[in-house]
């Protein structure tokens, strides 16, 4: 038996609670695995988990386990990195989640150079704003807008994101200018609705004009859950909606989209990168993280406010 092999399949089955998916992010067989665990219960003389046919737990005695397992792990990675020429350039594969419209418009194009400095380094891009299972689905890295959802994952604030309202010619030529916030909850106004992946409802958004204080829930014909078909119904006119600006600026520009309710503020969305707790950063994560907060600071700096 190799321990080493024994304690990070014991450690990923934890994680995932699932031989199989082990077995996956491994790219091991279950059986391998299966036997991996059981070997090592054997050598420490202890059950480390509790199996069904529907579900695997850590008992008492695992849980313990694993928590120093883990440990030693990440510590057996330093030690292997510290080994390594100090200018030997990361590499290997990089799997992140990012929501789509930010992978359109800012990290694909700005890919070029992060590849030109770490060109040994691979990026899988999922691109979703989906509620992603970081273990499961053995992702390094997600980047999400809103306040982190999950508190049992490590996240880096790395940015803000100015929003404002905002709708197409098309649609206030057919509706008039709203007046006040609260137009967009009466007819003939409506929102573009956007479903929030972590709660699968429509967010609102709360505006701000010295010390009136309002939150638009608004009506809506259409709701979606992603980036791009969001922007790409209120360009069709299907109704008002809040973008970051970074979203808005070249439809602005072209006279596509028209801003709304300018003496209102809305605070702005902090941008944060998440990892798993027990995901040891490596180097390639290291300067995966370094570049989207380089990027970030151009596109979307912290807000001082904040």
């Known amino acids: 038996m190799d321990r080493f092999d024994a304690m990070q399949a014991f450690a990923r089955v934890v994680e995932t609670r699932s031989f199989t998916q082990a077995a ?25 988990l509790n199996r069904t046919t529907r579900q695997v737990n ?3 005695d695992g849980a313990a386990y694993y928590e120093r397992v883990v440990r030693l792990l990440a510590d057996m990675q330093d030690a292997e990195t510290s080994l390594s020429s100090a200018s030997a350039a ?35 891009m999922g691109v979703s704003d989906r509620v992603v299972d970081l273990i499961g689905e053995n992702v390094d890295c997600v980047v999400r807008g809103g306040e982190p959802g999950d508190p049992s994952l490590v996240a880096r604030h790395v940015g803000d994101l100015a929003i404002r309202l905002y709708a197409a010619p098309s649609y206030l030529a057919r509706t008039g200018m709203p007046a006040h916030p609260r137009d967009l909850e009466a007819p003939p106004h409506q929102i573009v609705g956007f479903l929030w992946s972590s709660t699968g409802r429509i967010l609102p958004c709360s505006l701000q004009r010295n010390d009136e204080r309002v939150e638009v829930r608004g009506r809506y014909a259409l709701a979606v859950d992603d980036g791009n078909a969001y922007l790409a119904a209120g360009l069709a006119g299907v109704g ?12 602005l520009a072209r006279g596509e989209l028209v801003p709304l309710f300018e003496d209102w503020t809305i605070a702005p969305m902090p941008l944060y990168l998440a990892y798993p707790p027990n995901r040891h950063v490596g180097a390639r994560l290291r300067v995966f993280i370094d570049w989207v907060v380089e990027l970030m600071a151009l596109h979307a700096p912290l807000s001082a406010r904040r």
């Open 90 to 124: 990361p590499r290997g594969r990089l799997r992140v989640d990012v929501p789509s419209p930010l992978a359109r418009l800012i990290l694909v194009p700005a890919f070029p150079d992060f590849h030109a400095r770490y060109p040994d380094i691979q990026v899988h």
């Open 58 to 60: 850590v008992t008492a």
């Open 24 to 48: 996956q992010t491994l790219h091991m067989s279950k059986t391998t695995v299966t036997q991996l665990v059981q070997q090592l219960e054997a050598r420490l003389r202890v059950r480390l």
């Open 240 to 251: 008002a909606l809040w973008l970051p600006h970074y979203l808005a600026a070249p439809h």
